[in-house]
């Protein structure tokens, strides 16, 4: 799988007419990360320069803060995030359709808002 790391190959990461990620010119496929030395920002799969996948980002000091997956640039499934301390800050349920069936919040010390 390909890979490619925003962090080292910036001046070959562009965005097209059709908003597809391209590396060199041509649209990606495989894995694109940012990465602060050893620690992942985000990680985020492409088909032809289409989100498609898992889509994570992390905290600069390493905890998780969203996940969720895209199926064809369409957000699909849950989607969590976490405040830095680690708490459920949310989760949003979207249908095949990337349209969000439900909600919730809470605050950093897990109480629901």
């Known amino acids: 799988m390909n890979r490619i790391d925003y ?3 910036r001046r ?3 965005t097209d007419d059709d908003l597809r990620l391209t590396y060199r010119g041509e649209p990606f496929t495989g894995e694109a990360v940012e990465t602060i030395g050893d620690q992942l920002l ?3 799969f492409y088909v032809d320069g289409i989100p498609h996948g ?22 699909v499934g849950i989607w969590r995030t976490w405040h830095h ?3 459920l ?5 979207f249908d095949e359709e990337g349209d969000p069936i439900t909600t919730r919040n809470w605050d ?6």
């Open 108 to 113: 950093e010390s897990g109480n629901p808002v």
């Open 54 to 75: 898992p889509d994570r980002e992390w905290w600069a000091d390493g905890p998780l803060k969203s996940e969720g997956q895209v199926d064809y640039g369409v957000p």
């Open 7 to 9: 962090s080292v190959s």
């Open 85 to 87: 301390n680690g708490q």
């Open 42 to 44: 985000f990680q985020v």
């Open 89 to 93: 800050a949310s989760e949003q349920e």
């Open 12 to 14: 070959d990461i562009a």
